[in-house]
């Protein structure tokens, strides 16, 4: 009983404890918890959601430090509508229909941290709004249907660090728009309609750290597109659809350590405007229809550490491609068109732990023995690569091999020329002559020709190296003679051949063209041909000549004409008509006998 007397007892002192305390507590606030909010006293939060509010309610507790008013119906925010709660740090009003905010609206509410109004109708914001919020940090105006940024909307945010302006119909942000943003530090712009990139905006974000823009319709970065903005670290570009081509100086005065531009339309990775990036360790240009990585021109990157190019039209990656990246971790490369990526690629290997690999027309042979050794470590993401054309390991993941069954995996063929005769030609001088070299091997190997000088032969010019691995020596002069290579080679080695070229110089007696004795000689400027010869007569020389033989027949021409001109003006009774007659030429009665006739035509030609 004793017992059971205490609990009671304790349990009434409770009871008047805990009435106290709520007596306590009111009378501190001296307001009730308004209707269709709840309060949480002890949080000193309201929560007021989903109470069909069509104004801001009134006599709030002063003490309210969180104020949840999101999903309600209300339409407009009055001045000083906050005006006694000195103490509130978090303010929602999104999801509501707010069209218009009134200037001052939240004037002394002096400790706001947070403010969110997404999701609402606004479609302006006057100057002077967000005056008297000091202390605000993140501001949320994402999903209205704002136009335009006015000059000083953001004048008095002195402490804002981060602005969620994402899914507005922004057309234009004026100059002075960020002007006391002093404190950004990120600044997002996602789904507007800007036409061009805010340059002198963004001027006023001396302390911006991350700029996200997101479907944009622009086609070119341009030029100092992001001028004065020295702290920025990260630059997020994604689904500007039209954007083919970055401008040469378009990221120039950044200094990123990220660089994202996805969902874009290049065609090419933008190395010379990213050249200056010395400091970017993160680069994502996945989905872009980029078709190579091209050797030796990322190595300015030093600190590049990953690069993803996921989703892209990727069909090679170049040995050397990576070349001066001593910290790279990471390439991702998935879903692309490659057939293979040779270690070669990269400046070391050793420093790799993440390969995206997987969705690629693999073909698996010697050039990626790297990876087996290395893919128990590398991170493949769940996805390691698979062959899709060796039989043997058709569709198989890398993971699956076993050591016994990799020395006949992944191999790779020797290259070998197959047509090792004849190695000596002979060619007439001024004739053409192709000279074949087929090979084998596995991958197929790529054949070059070197020159008896040693340089290797380019696909253009008159001796060139054609396409289908043969060389072509156009109008063979004497002087091309010598000891031309085939080198034919793949990832296992390479296979030569040597060709020795003999063009046969013309015997002096030739006489293929027929020449012109004692008249002019030009000096000539092709090789092979000697000066004191007499020259070939060429096309040029006959049309000067019959271009001559015709102006002096024109001049007699009309001289003659002339002449007669006058002539006829002073004997003024000539007939000023002459009849000519002609009689067509008989046809040779041998013709079947019907052109067997004789007609007399006349013309009549009138004198002037
Ligand atoms: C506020 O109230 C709404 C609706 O009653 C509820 O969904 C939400 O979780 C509440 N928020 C907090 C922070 O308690
Ligand atoms: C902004 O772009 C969207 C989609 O292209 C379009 O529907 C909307 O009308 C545009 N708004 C303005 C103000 O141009
Ligand atoms: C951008 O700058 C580069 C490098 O100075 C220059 O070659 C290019 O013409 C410029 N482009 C435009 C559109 O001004
Ligand atoms: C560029 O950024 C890096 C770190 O991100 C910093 O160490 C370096 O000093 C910056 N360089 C300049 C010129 O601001
Ligand atoms: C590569 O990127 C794709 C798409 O973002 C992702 O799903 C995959 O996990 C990544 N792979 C690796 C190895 O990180
Ligand atoms: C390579 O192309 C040239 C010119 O098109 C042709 O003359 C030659 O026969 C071809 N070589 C081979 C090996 O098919
Ligand atoms: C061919 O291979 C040898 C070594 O096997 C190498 O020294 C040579 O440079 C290679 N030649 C070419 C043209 O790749």
């Not at 009730?32 to 069909?52: D, F, I, T, V, Y």
């Not at 360790?281 to 990322?298: E, Q």
């Not at 092709?526 to 060429?538: H, K």
Request: charged share 15%; aromatic share 10%.
């Amino acid at each position: 009983m004793f017992e059971g007397i205490g609990v009671h007892q304790w349990l009434c002192c409770g009871a008047i404890y805990l009435l106290a305390a709520r007596v306590a507590l009111s009378s501190e606030t001296r307001r009730p918890c308004p209707q269709s909010c709840r309060c949480n006293a002890a949080l000193q939060e309201l929560n007021c959601s989903n109470g069909q509010l069509t104004t801001v309610p009134d006599n709030l507790p002063q003490n309210t430090k969180l104020l949840n008013l999101t999903h309600n119906k209300i339409r407009t925010l009055v001045q000083q509508q906050f005006q006694r709660l000195p103490q509130l740090l978090d303010l929602d009003l999104s999801d509501n229909i707010m069209s218009i905010i009134e200037v001052e609206a939240f004037l002394g509410l002096e400790s706001l941290i947070t403010l969110r109004l997404a999701r609402n109708h606004l479609k302006i914001i006057p100057v002077g709004v967000f005056s008297g919020l000091p202390k605000l940090k993140l501001l949320d105006i994402s999903s209205n249907e704002i136009l335009v940024f006015l000059d000083f909307t953001f004048r008095d945010l002195t402490s804002l660090q981060f602005i969620k302006a994402a899914d507005n119909d922004l057309v234009f942000i004026s100059h002075q728009a960020f002007t006391g943003l002093i404190s950004l530090q990120e600044l997002r712009l996602d789904g507007c309609n800007l036409t061009a990139v805010p340059t002198e905006a963004l001027t006023q974000l001396s302390g911006l750290r991350s700029l996200y823009f997101h479907q944009l319709g622009i086609g070119t970065l341009q030029n100092y597109s992001f001028r004065r903005l020295e702290r920025l670290k990260e630059l997020v570009i994604t689904r500007w659809r039209w954007l083919e081509t970055l401008s040469g100086n378009s990221l120039f005065g950044l200094n990123l350590t990220s660089l994202t531009i996805k969902h874009c339309n290049l065609k090419a990775v933008p190395y010379i405007p990213l050249h200056h990036l010395v400091y970017l360790v993160y680069l994502d240009l996945s989905f872009n229809p980029i078709t190579d990585i091209d050797g030796n021109l990322f190595g300015d990157l030093l600190r590049l550490q990953e690069l993803h190019l996921v989703g892209g039209s990727l069909a090679r990656i170049e040995i050397g491609a990576f070349k001066g990246l001593a910290h790279f971790k990471l390439l991702n490369v998935s879903r692309n068109l490659l057939t293979t990526l040779e270690v070669g690629a990269f400046h070391s290997v050793n420093t790799l732990k993440t390969l995206g690999l997987d969705n690629n027309p693999l073909t698996c042979d010697c050039r990626l023995l790297w990876v087996v050794p290395r893919r128990l470590y590398l991170d493949f993401g769940g996805n390691p690569p698979t062959c899709t054309t060796s039989v043997q390991s058709q569709e198989r993941y890398f993971l699956d091999f076993t050591e016994s069954e990799l020395p006949g995996l992944l191999t790779c063929r020797h290259p070998r020329i197959l047509n090792r005769k004849p190695r000596e030609v002979k060619v007439d001088q001024g004739h053409t002559v192709v000279v074949y070299c087929i090979a084998e091997g596995d991958p197929l190997p790529s054949l070059t020709w070197i020159s008896p000088q040693l340089k290797p032969l380019s696909p253009f010019g008159r001796i060139r190296a054609l396409s289908n691995g043969s060389l072509e020596v156009r109008y063979a002069q004497a002087q091309d003679s010598g000891a031309y290579l085939c080198v034919a080679s793949n990832a296992a080695g390479n296979d030569s051949l040597p060709i020795s070229l003999h063009v046969r110089a013309f015997p002096s007696s030739a006489k293929k063209h027929f020449r012109l004795k004692g008249w002019f000689s030009f000096p000539s400027a092709s090789p092979g041909v000697n000066e004191n010869q007499s020259v070939p007569f060429d096309v040029k020389t006959l049309l000067i000549a019959a271009t001559i033989g015709f102006l002096s027949f024109f001049s007699s021409v009309s001289v003659c004409f002339i002449f007669m001109f006058f002539w006829s003006k002073s004997k003024g009774q000539l007939k000023h008509t002459a009849t000519i007659a002609y009689v067509p030429r008989r046809t040779a009665p041998s013709n079947g006998g019907k052109g067997n006739y004789m007609e007399t035509s006349r013309f009549t030609m009138k004198l002037i």
